[in-house]
């Protein structure tokens, strides 16, 4: 949870206080119509979608368009004489903003065979490794990035994931 506030700009904050208005604004508008049942009912569910959902899509549309990153020259190898998987590779500025701070993070779960087990692997995953670049990073620059996973004792079908979080 932490680490998700660290990640909150004024953007963020703008849009959390945005969505909440508008909902207490809608909740006062089904209390002052209450009389009519079915419209204030629909401010009531419209208030709640915006209070859940207006939060989470505006951040993914926010940190999508000032925030983007691109991740190239990948590069995964599990070396062979100790327990460990290098992961290299660039890390591209694609945003409206300079970076300060990036956050690479690297997790290996168990390969899945079906479609559930591919929604339920990825939640937990036998692994997890972080780095934290503070290099500054302008727009359409790039850094080289190395991250280590070890212990990796793992000996059957596994898949890594790698999720960047800049700010």
């Not at 949870?1 to 206080?17: C, K, P, R, S």
């Not at 190239?72 to 970076?99: D, H, M, P, R, Y």
Request: glycine letters at 4%; hydrophobic letters at 45%.
């Amino acid at each position: 949870m932490q680490d998700f506030i660290e990640t909150l700009h004024v953007y963020d904050y703008i849009l959390f206080a945005l969505s909440g208005s508008i909902f207490l604004t809608l909740l006062f508008l089904a209390i002052l119509i209450r009389d009519k049942i079915r419209p204030s009912l629909l401010l009531i569910l419209l208030s709640f979608i915006i209070l859940i959902a207006g939060p989470i899509i505006g951040y993914q549309f926010i940190h999508s368009t000032l925030y983007k990153t691109k991740i190239s020259e990948l590069s995964i190898k599990k070396l062979e004489f100790s327990q460990a998987v290098v992961i290299k590779g660039i890390l591209t500025n694609l945003g409206k903003q300079s970076f300060k701070k990036c956050k690479i993070s690297s997790s290996a779960y168990k390969g899945a065979n079906n479609f559930v087990e591919e929604i339920i692997f990825p939640l937990k995953p036998f692994i997890k490794e972080s780095i934290v670049k503070d290099d500054i990073i302008d727009i359409n620059d790039s850094i080289k990035f190395k991250l280590l996973l070890e212990p990796f004792t793992y000996t059957n079908e596994y898949n890594i994931s790698i999720k960047v979080n800049c700010i």
